[in-house]
């Protein structure tokens, strides 16, 4: 399937299945911004309970915040958003489309990556058993050749970002003879830098009105109540500070469904350490997000990491792990060692100390930062993306099954009495009853079996239990399996031991 059309076929059957729809859509909708439906919202809770889990409860030394979206407009002076928190923005002149300028450049890279690949591949098919790989990276011509082309746009691109020399981006853009994908001319702008916040006013009157920002990251909720949250907390250093909650940013390009949203909601935690160690803690958090991630069970190769040429103005090193969308690797969390930047710049311009006081050695000093951050939206896409699949059976018929990770799929077990009659819906409805608490049911009496097999199929259940006259002889139920289609039978106390030992948020964090 092309890529393209990929994504289209999920933005489609979230929309039909009730996972994310488009907001105000009685008004034409609302660009780049999407509401979550009923199984949207239950996969989105999962996701983030995984999250808080691992993160909070689990660790003795993370402790959570809820802060406002709201701050005090100095945060972003002295966090730089309100000078550096730009995207470099460029106009096709003749598709009137806007692209983020460095986006466009990625792209490239990628296509070259992409052909470098392709000749590893190739070479590989040729030579069979006898092909070492090592030795053709580092000896073939047109792969070398490939490998420094690519670096050397990475050093100019990163180059021009640090100098601000967004002249040197415009040329590198015209000199790759970078086309727009839509006029597929390459009759650019200039490029111009464009700030992502959003103002707004904040009080009615004139003299009490104040210009703020909804907030574009949670994180600085985290290091404004740093001190607060440490002291009544009594945490000592090396302790993370998490948080959930909405961010807003003015994406200059948002396309891609959830991908880029205008709101979205950030999982970050800040993790704040004795400077001088932000090397370990830097590696120590790049090995447990990706633990976390693979612990799911997504195929592994949908993940890689991207250490970044182009740092942040707060950043000493950084980190992305990316996932393979329908549209290819991007971004899905970074992982960033962001030095002593934010609390000294708080001290500085509020001219309160916020420090660490070390009891055991009677010194104080300001924290070094390893942040983790993920978009809520954005691993909901990718568990969206990599479990869709369109299957073909061996009777002819296809299905559309969403092959979530069973321990987060929207709902765990479908009950289904055969028939709307003989007291088999007053079997299911017990067995509602019985489990609603543990895990999320849901009950559909309409329609053939098969079909209501299929709608499960659809939102990714991976169990259905089907009550039939057996049933009423023996308290047996058909289990109906979503990967394999398979089916057995099996009593009450197989079915609790499959609540428990499968499908909760607890047997991912216990494995
Ligand atoms: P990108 O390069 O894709 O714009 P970023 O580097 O600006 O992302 P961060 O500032 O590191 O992103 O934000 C942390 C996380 O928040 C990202 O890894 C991503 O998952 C999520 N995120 C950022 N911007 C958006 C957005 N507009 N919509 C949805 N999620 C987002």
Same mark, same amino acid.
């Given at each position: 399937?092309?890529?393209?059309?990929?994504?289209?076929?999920?933005?489609?059957?979230?929309?039909?299945?009730?996972?994310?729809?488009?907001?105000?859509?009685?008004?034409?909708?609302?660009?780049?911004?999407?509401?979550?439906?009923?199984?949207?919202?239950?996969?989105?809770?999962?996701?983030?309970?995984?999250?808080?889990?691992?993160?909070?409860?689990?660790?003795?030394?993370?402790?959570?915040?809820?802060?406002?979206?709201?701050?005090?407009?100095?945060?972003?002076?002295?966090?730089?958003?309100?000078?550096?928190?730009?995207?470099?923005?460029?106009?096709?002149?003749?598709?009137?489309?806007?692209?983020?300028?460095?986006?466009?450049?990625?792209?490239?890279?990628?296509?070259?990556?992409?052909?470098?690949?392709?000749?590893?591949?190739?070479?590989?098919?040729?030579?069979?058993?006898?092909?070492?790989?090592?030795?053709?990276?580092?000896?073939?011509?047109?792969?070398?050749? #490939?490998?420094?082309? %690519?670096?050397?746009? *990475?050093? =100019?691109?990163? !180059?021009?970002? /640090?100098?601000?020399?967004?002249? &040197?981006?415009?040329?590198?853009?015209?000199?790759?003879?970078?086309?727009?994908?839509?006029?597929?001319?390459?009759?650019?702008?200039?490029?111009?830098?464009?700030?992502?916040?959003?103002?707004?006013?904040?009080?009615?009157?004139?003299?009490?009105?104040?210009?703020?920002?909804?907030?574009?990251?949670?994180?600085?909720?985290?290091?404004?109540?740093?001190?607060?949250?440490?002291?009544?907390?009594?945490?000592?250093?090396?302790?993370?500070?998490?948080?959930?909650?909405?961010?807003?940013?003015?994406?200059?390009?948002?396309?891609?469904?959830?991908?880029?949203?205008?709101?979205?909601?950030?999982?970050?935690?800040?993790?704040?350490?004795?400077?001088?160690?932000?090397?370990?803690?830097?590696?120590?958090?790049?090995?447990?997000?990706?633990?976390?991630? #693979?612990?799911?069970? %997504?195929?592994?190769? *949908?993940? =890689?990491?991207? !250490?970044?040429? /182009?740092?942040?103005?707060?950043? &000493?090193?950084?980190?992305?792990?990316?996932?393979?969308?329908?549209?290819?690797?991007?971004?899905?969390?970074?992982?960033?060692?962001?030095?002593?930047?934010?609390?000294?710049?708080?001290?500085?311009?509020?001219?309160?100390?916020?420090?660490?006081?070390?009891?055991?050695?009677?010194?104080?000093?300001?924290?070094?930062?390893?942040?983790?951050?993920?978009?809520?939206?954005?691993?909901?896409?990718?568990?969206?993306?990599?479990?869709?699949?369109?299957?073909?059976?061996?009777?002819?018929?296809?299905?559309?099954?969403?092959?979530?990770?069973?321990?987060?799929?929207?709902?765990?077990?479908?009950?289904?009495?055969?028939?709307?009659?003989?007291?088999?819906?007053?079997?299911?409805?017990?067995?509602?009853?019985?489990?609603?608490?543990?895990?999320?049911?849901?009950?559909?009496?309409?329609?053939?079996?098969?079909? =209501?097999?299929?709608?499960?199929?659809?939102?990714?259940?991976?169990?259905?239990?089907?009550?039939?006259?057996?049933?009423?002889?023996?308290?047996?139920?058909?289990?109906?399996?979503?990967?394999?289609?398979?089916?057995?039978?099996?009593?009450?106390?197989?079915?609790?031991?499959?609540?428990?030992?499968?499908?909760?948020?607890?047997?991912?964090?216990?494995?």
């Amino acid at each position: 399937m092309e890529d393209g059309e990929s994504l289209k076929k999920i933005i489609s059957h979230s929309k039909e299945y009730g996972f994310v729809i488009p907001s105000s859509e009685i008004y034409e909708g609302l660009n780049a911004v999407y509401d979550y439906a009923h199984n949207g919202v239950l996969l989105k809770n999962n996701i983030r309970e995984y999250w808080w889990k691992s993160m909070v409860q689990m660790n003795q030394d993370i402790i959570g915040v809820d802060s406002a979206i709201f701050m005090h407009p100095k945060t972003w002076i002295a966090s730089g958003h309100v000078e550096a928190f730009n995207d470099p923005l460029i106009d096709n002149k003749d598709s009137k489309k806007r692209y983020r300028a460095d986006v466009l450049i990625e792209d490239y890279l990628e296509k070259q990556r992409n052909k470098l690949n392709k000749e590893v591949l190739k070479a590989k098919k040729k030579f069979g058993d006898k092909f070492d790989e090592n030795e053709f990276i580092t000896t073939n011509k047109r792969v070398l050749e #490939l490998n420094d082309r %690519i670096k050397s746009i *990475n050093e =100019r691109m990163a !180059d021009g970002f /640090k100098n601000n020399n967004l002249n &040197d981006i415009e040329n590198l853009i015209n000199e790759l003879e970078i086309k727009c994908p839509v006029s597929g001319t390459s009759n650019w702008t200039e490029v111009r830098q464009f700030n992502l916040m959003f103002k707004t006013n904040l009080g009615a009157s004139s003299d009490s009105n104040m210009e703020l920002y909804l907030r574009p990251e949670t994180a600085q909720g985290i290091f404004l109540n740093y001190l607060t949250l440490q002291k009544t907390s009594r945490m000592k250093i090396p302790f993370g500070i998490a948080q959930i909650g909405k961010a807003f940013r003015n994406e200059i390009v948002a396309r891609q469904f959830i991908f880029r949203m205008r709101e979205f909601e950030q999982m970050e935690m800040q993790f704040f350490i004795k400077p001088g160690t932000q090397d370990k803690w830097y590696k120590h958090w790049k090995e447990k997000r990706m633990e976390w991630h #693979l612990s799911l069970g %997504i195929e592994k190769n *949908n993940y =890689r990491f991207h !250490d970044h040429e /182009k740092l942040a103005h707060y950043a &000493d090193a950084a980190s992305d792990i990316e996932f393979k969308f329908p549209f290819g690797f991007k971004e899905l969390e970074g992982i960033h060692s962001r030095t002593d930047f934010d609390l000294k710049s708080h001290e500085k311009l509020s001219g309160k100390k916020i420090q660490y006081f070390d009891t055991e050695k009677n010194e104080s000093y300001t924290p070094f930062v390893i942040e983790t951050s993920i978009g809520l939206d954005r691993m909901f896409l990718s568990v969206l993306s990599s479990s869709y699949s369109n299957e073909n059976l061996e009777d002819g018929s296809s299905r559309v099954v969403l092959k979530i990770p069973k321990q987060i799929a929207p709902v765990k077990i479908a009950v289904l009495p055969l028939l709307k009659k003989d007291g088999l819906p007053e079997i299911a409805k017990e067995l509602l009853n019985e489990f609603s608490s543990e895990v999320n049911l849901s009950y559909d009496e309409k329609d053939a079996i098969g079909r =209501r097999y299929r709608r499960q199929d659809a939102i990714g259940t991976p169990y259905c239990i089907t009550i039939d006259h057996k049933t009423l002889e023996d308290n047996t139920f058909t289990l109906r399996d979503r990967d394999s289609m398979g089916q057995k039978r099996i009593n009450k106390d197989e079915l609790i031991n499959i609540v428990k030992d499968e499908l909760t948020i607890n047997n991912l964090l216990n494995n």
